[in-house]
């Protein structure tokens, strides 16, 4: 079973509407992380979590929530989707300087 | 001014070549310096990993840091078709900071 675990691999979602991406990690780690990359762009931290009561934005935050609902699982939640967050989402943690990366939902907004 | 800029390429080399990738940093706070080998549709993997100034070896793979110009390489010896991937490297400025990427490289290897 994979280490970092996302759902769902795929979505298409229509503008306005509520999405919520998923993740739960077996590692152990207390740091866990939400990137979006665009072609062009790279990896973008959207918000990170160093412990459970600890939430923390990230460089692109605006119109994203998350959710730390234990230490293994880390929510990424869209109010209202718009078609500029159509991009590939990745959850990430570490326990020390190296990151593990789920396999990443790919996300349209229509 | 980005805190990491990296050409995107798509760089594309023969079977056997060797392959320098490059990026550049701005701020001289940052002290770990990391490259990350991402397949296409999978997550990231970290592929080598260096603290402050100087060269690391693995196998087919050095890590090159020099702060005085901000700058970091890798490279492959001997590259392989398997070494077709996206490189991004990703600096950081204490181990338990959050990590800022580059862009990324895509690298195809020709048989």
């Known amino acids: 079973d994979a280490d970092v675990t996302q759902t769902p691999r795929n979505r298409i979602t229509k503008t306005g509407k509520r999405i919520m991406l998923e993740c739960s990690q077996t590692k152990g780690h207390d740091r866990m992380y939400w990137y979006r990359q665009d072609p062009g762009l790279g990896l973008r931290l959207i918000y990170y979590?160093?412990?459970?009561?600890?939430?923390n934005k990230g460089e692109i935050s605006d119109g994203y929530s998350v959710s730390r609902q234990a230490q293994a699982k880390f929510s990424l939640s869209l109010e209202s989707a718009i078609p500029n967050q159509t991009a590939l989402y990745f959850c990430?943690?570490?326990?020390?300087?190296?990151?593990?990366f789920g396999s990443g939902t790919q996300l349209s907004v229509l | 001014q980005k805190e990491v800029e990296q050409d995107p390429g798509p760089l594309s080399v023969p079977e056997g070549a060797i392959v320098s990738l490059n990026c550049t940093y701005s701020?001289?706070?940052?002290?770990?310096f990391m490259w990350y080998r991402q397949y296409s549709r999978k997550g990231p993997e970290l592929l080598m990993y260096?603290?402050?100034?100087g060269n690391k070896e693995d196998g087919r793979f050095t890590a090159q840091v020099d702060k005085s110009s901000k700058y970091i390489s890798l490279f492959i010896r001997d590259s392989q078709p398997s070494d077709s991937a996206t490189y991004l490297c990703a600096i950081s400025k204490t181990s338990y900071d959050k990590v800022i990427f580059g862009p990324g490289t895509s690298l195809s290897v020709i048989p």
């Open positions: 990430a943690t570490s326990g020390g300087e190296k990151l593990f």
């Open positions: 260096t603290y402050s100034s």
């Open positions: 701020n001289s706070a940052f002290q770990y």
């Open positions: 979590s160093f412990d459970v009561k600890d939430i």
